[in-house]
């Protein structure tokens, strides 16, 4: 087993070998320029991410900058929308569902070091998968760790750190990320808060 399978069969692997930094610097070239290209030119930029990613649904929209390791590891469903400076760790399978929602600054994190500090200084790493389920909403800041799972129509609050799994119609929010309370058809007449709609939808 050459270090590329045993990154994604979730081993111990060494990032240097075996052709992952070139993947590695293949990535960041075409990150690159997806970062710098026009505003303006959405036919661009949707090559350029599908070009990046290993599988894109239909309207799958990621405001630059953007960054991740491989991007060949990143499945996304359809209708897909993250905003500013979203980071993908995809060093094992990242999975996003469809009408996920991404606030700014989101970091997905499925690289990690071990504990131990010589073991961390042996060179050996890892990546564990993360799926997100569909109709999620991620708020700014959040970050998801190795391994974790967030349920369908489940609502992560700002600034939280998840760290475990999080179940289906819930809103959770935290450091460490907890459930707050589940989410009903009561739910349905507030757009934030206390504020309800005043619209049909």
């Known amino acids: 087993m ?3 399978e ?3 069969a979730e081993l111990p692997y060494r990032a240097w070998m075996d052709g992952l930094a070139e993947e ?3 990535a960041k070239k075409k990150i690159y320029q997806f970062n710098l290209c026009p505003p303006d030119d959405k036919v661009q930029q949707e090559h350029l991410l599908r070009s990046i990613l290993g599988k894109a649904g239909i309207d799958v929209h990621i405001e630059a900058p953007f960054h991740c390791d491989y991007g060949t590891n990143i499945e ?3 209708y897909f929308f993250a905003n500013y400076h979203c980071i993908i760790l995809d060093t094992a399978k990242v ?3 469809d009408n996920v929602m991404f ?3 989101v970091s997905l994190l499925a690289a990690g ?3 131990h500090p010589e073991a961390r200084n042996s060179g050996y790493e890892y990546g564990i998968g993360i799926v997100i389920g569909d109709n999620v909403w991620l708020g700014g ?3 998801v760790n190795p391994g974790a799972r967030i349920g369908n129509n489940a609502v992560i609050g700002s600034g939280s750190v998840v760290v475990k799994d999080i179940p289906d119609n819930v809103i959770a929010a935290g450091n460490p990320c907890k459930v707050i309370r589940a989410i009903t058809e009561e739910d349905r007449r507030y757009y934030y808060k206390n504020r309800e709609f005043d619209v049909e939808w």
């Open 6 to 8: 045993r990154m994604l």
């Open 113 to 115: 070091h071990p504990v």
């Open 95 to 97: 999975i996003i569902g």
């Open 24 to 26: 590695r610097l293949q």
């Open 76 to 78: 996304v469903g359809d």
């Open 2 to 4: 050459n270090e590329r």
């Open 103 to 105: 606030g700014p600054n």
């Open 141 to 143: 800041s959040v970050t």
